[in-house]
Nanobody, 124 residues
Framework: QVHLVESGGDSVQPGGSLVLSCAYS????????MAWFRRSPGNERETVAT???????NYRRSVRDRFTISKDDDIQHLHLHMANLKPEDTGMYYC??????????????????WGQGTQVIVSS
């Protein structure tokens, strides 16, 4: 059974940086799509970034050039480095995993394994 646990959420000022981490276990399949999602107040959960097993990454346009997704299979951690944070980045951030390929920015219905989330607040 896949187990995902996020950490690193915090309250920061606009322009600040954060690194989110997701410790994962139980992933035994060769091809896995891993992703970061977020749910902002009043909005649906949206895909922020994805990473394939071969390292291919994709980002939603609003975070491109500010966020970096990475994965270390040796220590089984997924990361999201966030820089130049904006108030609109506020939300609950979730780590997710799915068997197979991401092929871009799939919607949440594609994923069957989720963490509990970690809160990010960007405010002055």
């Amino acid at each position: 059974q896949v187990h995902l646990v996020e950490s690193g959420g915090d309250s920061v000022q606009p322009g600040g940086s954060l690194v989110l981490s997701c410790a994962y276990s139980g992933i035994t399949y060769r091809h896995v799509c891993m992703a970061w999602f977020r749910r902002s107040p009043g909005n649906e959960r949206e895909t922020v970034a994805t990473i394939e097993s071969d390292g291919t990454v994709n980002y939603r346009r609003s975070v491109r050039d500010r966020f970096t997704i990475s994965k270390d299979d040796d220590i089984q951690h997924l990361h999201l480095h966030m820089a130049n944070l904006k108030p609109e980045d506020t939300g609950m951030y979730y780590c997710a995993a799915a068997f197979g390929y991401c092929l871009g920015l799939p919607m949440e219905s594609r994923f069957d394994s989720w963490g509990q989330g970690t809160q990010v607040i960007v405010s002055s």
